[in-house]
């Protein structure tokens, strides 16, 4: 089963088992991200990817410039350790690691929530690669894909239990859109998947033949 075979079925229990309510709420709030055009205005392949330093979950920083000294990076934004998708589509760059590091590649993952729960999620999955924090979604930002929830959303997303106030560190409605960029050692994008939906994520193969395509 593909990544996108897995998440695809996540997404269809977890609609079945949802409220009426909260699905028509979680929908049309989706149908207006996704005609926002925030994905097309995205930073994209061919752009130089913002330089940043970033906390781990251990609170080390780490920097895009000494990854960059060391070969290309892939760089994935997730939502947290709260949402699922994300937790799967970690899992399977986990599983992914050792291609990728055989490409000379090295994989760093970024959210906006507080370096504890960077830590929790590192733990449990057992997650090889560094988990960075961005609190405040400011790293987001300039690569073009922080958003913030609606009103409505960010009641439901309370109601059933994310707190995120708590795991963002008071920035309880700006997320990160998925995404994932290959950047080569010159700093350029040179492979990027963005996407509205939180049910949708990078597949692994696609990342792999992105570093595959580099010179």
Known sequence: MTLRDELRAMHAEGQRRLPEDVRATMNRNAADLAASGLAEQALGAGAR???????SAT????????????GP?????????????????LRA???HLDALR???AQLVAVSPQIADESL????KHELAFPVLSDIGSEVAKRFGIA????????????RLGFDLQRVNAGHARTLPLPATYVIDRTGT???????????????PADILAALDALP
Request: proline share 5%; with cysteine; hydrophobic share 45%.
């Open 120 to 123: 929790s999620l590192t733990d």
């Open 147 to 158: 958003f913030d929830l609606s009103e409505e959303l960010a009641a439901v997303y309370e």
């Open 102 to 104: 055989a490409r000379g």
């Open 59 to 70: 609170g080390t920083p780490v920097a895009l410039e000494e990854l960059l000294a060391e």
């Open 73 to 89: 990076v892939v760089l994935t934004f997730y939502r947290g350790a709260w949402c699922p998708f994300c937790n799967i589509a």
């Open 93 to 95: 760059l986990q599983q």
């Open 189 to 203: 994008v040179a492979w990027a998947f963005v996407d509205t939906d939180y049910s949708r994520r990078a597949e």
């Open 49 to 55: 990817a913002p330089e940043f330093t970033l906390p």
